[in-house]
């Protein structure tokens, strides 16, 4: 459905996109994800149409999107990252507007429908400069799904809205993936991992690596981090019971408890709480660490490195 | 093309439901009903004109931009655009359906200034074609203005910054007419006028006069303007693309379609401009030939001598160049190039100008061209500024067809006048403009010829006895008798005269031969007139004057008044109501005066009063017309001579129209001159209309218009809040 070859894109001088090439299968739903200024959003623009690359190729549903423009930005619903809409008109308005021009055939039906399935249906008369923050990406979304397009892309979607809103907002992306090729945008780590089917990572212009995000786990992380807090142990009985520990490769004190790093591939949770247990003490928490972006990142850059 | 109607809709739909579009509404209405109000007012002593068009032209600096300032810049800014870029529908669509919605909405706001247009045919009778004419050339206009508005609109992100330079834009184009006075050279004061909005508009729209070349020019503004809009938007996707690549070859691409989109329109426009397609939409056709034109144009052609028209227009007068050319080429067209058009600098070329006796920049000359195809000197006649500019242009050509036809002789024996001498005292004004019209002044001495045994040459169209001293001889009468009897035609001019033999006397054998020849003669007589005069009862004005002559035509114009004749000190004519020709009053006295015998007593002591036995009870005739169907001979007599001096004769206007108009009666020039004299309406009040309306309608236009618009955009601003 979205095929990338090789795309480049510079602006002047300075380099965005730098030879970047990946695929998406119809009813797929990939998440770009990456740092600021890695080329999610270059990509994306080229992607819909919006500009052309400097070099490489892109196509959508075997369109090319510079030689083919028109027919290739007919297949596409973009939702950009700012959620740019006419504060003026009324919801309804302005959905049907996008209807019309993406060439839907009845266009108030469609933007009803379109209005429905993100559950705004009921605010349709409003003027879109009354909604709140998450209601317009809602009202973003719509726009992006009145033409029923077969490939949606959606450009951090939910970067500036409230932790409910987020959630509802993954839901909603994760659903769009039963009908449509979904690309989305990202720079958290969780959620791509919660929403997507396969990501792509983009660092600096370039793709940094690409999976499903298990793999990814897996061929990114040397092992899972997990926080300890220990009772009826000395700290230093408490460390040497986890250095100790099947599986794991590390453990250091960190605050009122330890943090204990497992070997690669290896759920260290149930080890660790043995020892303890052996041990004599009693885990009174166990809570896996998630690692942020920044950590994959420095180990990405790391093994560009090598 | 797909999406222009989508693009055009949803604008239209922002427009109408935007409180801004409402304010920019009333601000429109109140200039504009400001503009018509000032002008209305001037109007109940000027002719209306259509204030409102005009004064677009310069207010649409302002209000183009407001209209097209966040048409692309807000989508920029607002991040919508990047949708509208990414929707699958051409840039063409949505440049072109912005273009139109800030137009269509351009040409509502111009519809609601229509009201006006309704007023001044309410209570004037305003020129409907030039109004039409005026509408659509601002109509034009405003496309042009938008399309630039739509271009700086697609450079820029801010819509301040859109505006300011849309503004800075359109007043360089604004003020370029006025190129000419900073621009010393003629053609390139001219150029930059061409390619100024107003140039295409003030000198024909404006004036009721539709040219396809405006057409053309506005049209070429606006595709050009719209195609560099539409490369500036698209630009917007390449981005920082800069000087490589995509971004070079697309820059290289947008100069090459504009050097050829201008290619193509400036190639249009010479061409139209060439074919001169002009669709007249003046009420009196002033810029279509008349049919008494073409009957001049005719006689041009069958005479066949070269004629040229040379004009004299600083770069400061280049609209009254653009206006004069639109009449003078239709003589060039009608004629194949018989009659061809020169214009010069008369800056640059001082001493040409000099040759023509040059006075005011702007005039034009007609002459005939020698061998050498080389303006013939002896025979420039100015073209005067009285009337339109064709009649004025075809009075000159034909006062230079007529160049010696008409020879007007003053008696000179007799009287103390020098006719070749234009410098004399007295009367070098009507001899003067004799000349100035194509008419060739000399004297004659009749006590002479009557000598010589000889007769007034046969050239002589008219014979002016003016200034006489003395009485005729009983010879020179002989010669008159002959000169009559082959339809000899004289202006004949007597005065109070307190000699011992003055001419015209009562007991002068020559006024007892007018008597029985023509049925006129003068009465010893002073006129004194209580009722109708300037100041003292000798001054007397002309009070009563013929109806349907032509010498009369102009006279006593109940609008003018300084349309009446002043006469000094005149005598009384005496008509016969029982005449040997057909004759009548020219002008009469009024009912309160009567005719001075006592001219002792007047010429002494300027003493006078009526008594019944001996003095003649008013009205009295101050001059008289006598026409012999039978053999030709005309005459008009007239009991005072002053009112023709220097001092009188265009003050009042009067003086000069009576004898303008005799002569042209005497001679038969008015036959020839096929305008004949006409009542001055041009610059008449035509507004009647009470104070207390033009309060109402000041009321209406610029409280009551602007203000129900703007409670319109509260309105609609208050409906859609609440949701």
């Known amino acids: 459905m979205i095929e990338v070859e090789n795309l480049c894109r510079r602006y002047g001088s300075a380099t965005a996109l730098d030879g970047v090439s990946f695929a998406a299968q119809s009813g797929e739903v990939v998440g770009l994800l990456g740092p600021n200024g890695a080329g999610k959003t270059t990509t994306m623009r080229i992607l819909t149409g919006f500009m052309p690359p400097t070099s490489g190729r892109a196509r959508i549903d075997g369109h090319d999107v510079v030689e083919d423009s028109l027919a290739a930005r007919a297949k596409v ?101 039963k009908e449509h090729t979904v690309l989305f945008s990202t720079h958290i780590l969780t959620e791509a991992e919660q929403v997507c089917d396969r990501v792509v990572i983009l660092n600096l212009g370039r793709v940094a690596a690409e999976g499903t995000p298990d793999s990814l786990r897996k061929t990114l992380f040397s092992g899972d981090r997990v926080a300890v807090q220990v009772q009826g142990l000395s700290p230093e009985a408490a460390l040497k019971a986890l250095r100790a520990a099947t599986g794991v490769a590390q453990a250091e004190p960190d605050g009122v408890g330890f943090v204990v790093r497992g070997k690669t591939g290896v759920d260290v949770r149930p080890h660790v709480a043995g020892a303890v247990q052996r041990a004599g003490g009693l885990v009174i928490e166990l809570r896996p660490i998630e690692l942020t972006l920044e950590d994959i990142f420095l180990n990405l850059v790391g093994k560009g490195g090598n | 093309m797909r999406g222009i109607g989508i693009v055009f809709r949803r604008e239209m739909a922002a427009y109408f439901t935007s409180p801004i579009a409402y304010l920019i509404a009333a601000a429109f209405l109140l200039v504009t009903g400001l503009v018509f109000n000032t002008n209305l007012t001037l109007s109940v002593t000027q002719r209306p004109v259509n204030p409102v068009p005009n004064a677009l032209a310069f207010f649409l600096i302002f209000f183009g931009p407001v209209l097209t300032m966040r048409l692309l810049a807000e989508e920029a800014r607002e991040g919508t655009l990047e949708l509208l870029l990414t929707a699958p529908i051409n840039e063409r669509a949505i440049v072109f359906g912005k273009f139109l919605s800030a137009w269509a909405y351009f040409t509502l706001l111009l519809l609601l200034t229509l009201v006006y247009q309704v007023i001044l045919v309410a209570v004037a009778r305003p020129e409907v074609g ?90 070429g503004v606006i595709v050009v303007m719209l195609y560099v809009a539409l490369r500036a938007l698209e630009a917007r996707r390449t981005g920082g693309a800069g000087w490589q690549g995509r971004g070079v070859r697309s820059l290289i691409g947008s100069a090459l379609g504009v050097a050829f989109l201008l290619t193509v329109v400036s190639g249009v426009y010479a061409a139209s401009a060439n074919a001169a397609l002009t669709l007249d939409m003046t009420e009196s056709r002033q810029y279509s030939l008349s049919r008494e034109t073409l009957t001049v144009l005719q006689r041009v052609k069958e005479f066949g001598q070269p004629i040229r028209i040379t004009g004299f227009y600083s770069p400061n007068a280049l609209t009254f160049r653009q206006l004069d050319d639109a009449i003078a080429r239709l003589y060039e067209e009608e004629t194949d190039g018989l009659i061809s058009r020169e214009y010069f600098d008369p800056n640059e070329n001082r001493t040409y100008s000099e040759r023509f006796n040059l006075q005011i920049d702007g ?108 009485p ?126 006592d001219l002792t007593l007047l010429g002494q002591s300027s003493r006078y009063a009526f008594e019944v036995s001996e003095d003649i009870a008013g009205p009295l005739n101050l001059a008289a017309w006598a026409n012999d169907t039978r053999t030709g001979a005309r005459l008009v007599l007239v009991g005072d001579q002053n009112f023709l001096s220097n001092g009188l004769v265009q003050n009042p206007e009067g003086n000069g129209i009576l004898f303008t108009d005799a002569i042209t009666w005497l001679t038969g020039f008015g036959e020839s001159v096929i305008f004949a004299p006409q009542a001055r309406a041009s610059n008449l009040p035509t507004v009647f209309i009470s104070t207390q309306d033009l309060d109402n309608i000041a009321l209406i236009t610029t409280l009551l218009l602007p203000g129900a618009v703007l409670l319109l955009g509260v309105g609609i601003r208050w409906w859609r809040g609440r949701r």
């Open chain 1, 77 to 177: 619903g973009y939702l950009p990252e700012r959620t740019p809409l006419y504060p003026d008109m009324t919801v309804e308005g302005c959905v049907t507007f996008w209807a019309e021009l993406r060439g839907v055939k009845k266009p108030r039906p469609a933007a009803h429908e379109a209005l429905r399935k993100v559950d705004l249906f009921g605010r349709r008369q409003s003027l879109v400069r009354s909604l709140s923050k998450g209601m317009r990406q809602r009202l973003g979304l719509a726009q992006a799904l009145v033409h029923n397009p077969p490939v949606v892309i959606l450009d951090e979607p939910t970067i500036g809205i409230d932790p409910a809103q987020v959630i509802e907002v993954r839901q909603t992306v994760k659903a769009l993936g």
């Open chain 2, 363 to 470: 005039e034009l000359f007609v002459s005939y061209l020698d061998a050498n195809g080389e303006v013939d000197f002896s025979t420039v006649r100015r073209v005067t500024a009285e009337n339109s500019q064709e009649r004025n242009l075809t009075n000159a050509i034909l006062r230079l067809l007529d160049i010696n036809r008409f020879e007007v002789a003053f008696e000179v024996g007799s009287s103390d006048i020098v006719p070749d001498d234009s410098s004399a005292a007295g009367y070098s004004g009507i001899i003067d403009g004799l000349e100035a019209n194509g008419i060739e002044t000399f004297g004659i001495n009749l006590n002479q010829l009557a000598i010589d045994g000889q007769d007034v040459p046969n050239t002589v169209t008219t014979l002016m006895l003016l200034q006489m001293r003395e």
């Open chain 2, 472 to 597: 005729l001889s009983a010879g020179a009468v002989q010669v008159l008798d002959r000169y009559f009897a082959r339809g000899g035609r004289a202006f004949v001019f007597a005065d109070a005269d307190y000699g011992a033999s003055p001419f015209l006397s009562e007991s002068d054998p020559f006024n007892a031969y007018l008597w029985e020849r023509f049925g006129v003669r003068m009465r010893d007589a002073v006129v004194i007139d209580a009722l109708s005069n300037a100041g003292t009862e000798l001054d007397v004005l002309s009070y009563a004057v013929s109806d349907g002559s032509t010498i009369t035509a102009r006279l006593n114009d109940p609008e003018n008044p300084f349309s009446r004749a002043l006469f000094r000190v005149a005598r009384a004519v005496q008509i016969d109501p029982e005449p040997p020709v057909q004759n009548g009053m020219v002008v009469a006295t009024s009912p309160e005066s009567y005719g001075e015998t």
């Open chain 2, 130 to 219: 030039q109004a039409v004419s005026a509408y659509i050339g601002i109509w034009l206009y405003g496309g042009a203005v938008l399309a630039i508005g739509l271009f700086f609109s697609a450079m820029t992100d801010s819509q301040v910054l859109a505006a300011f330079l849309s503004v800075a834009a359109l007043t360089l184009l604004y003020l370029g007419e006025q190129a000419g006075q900073i621009v010393a050279n003629l053609d390139l004061a001219n150029l930059i006028r061409t390619l100024t909005l107003p140039g295409h508009y003030t000198g024909s729209f404006a004036v009721g006069l539709i040219r396809f070349e405006d057409f053309v020019f506005f049209s």
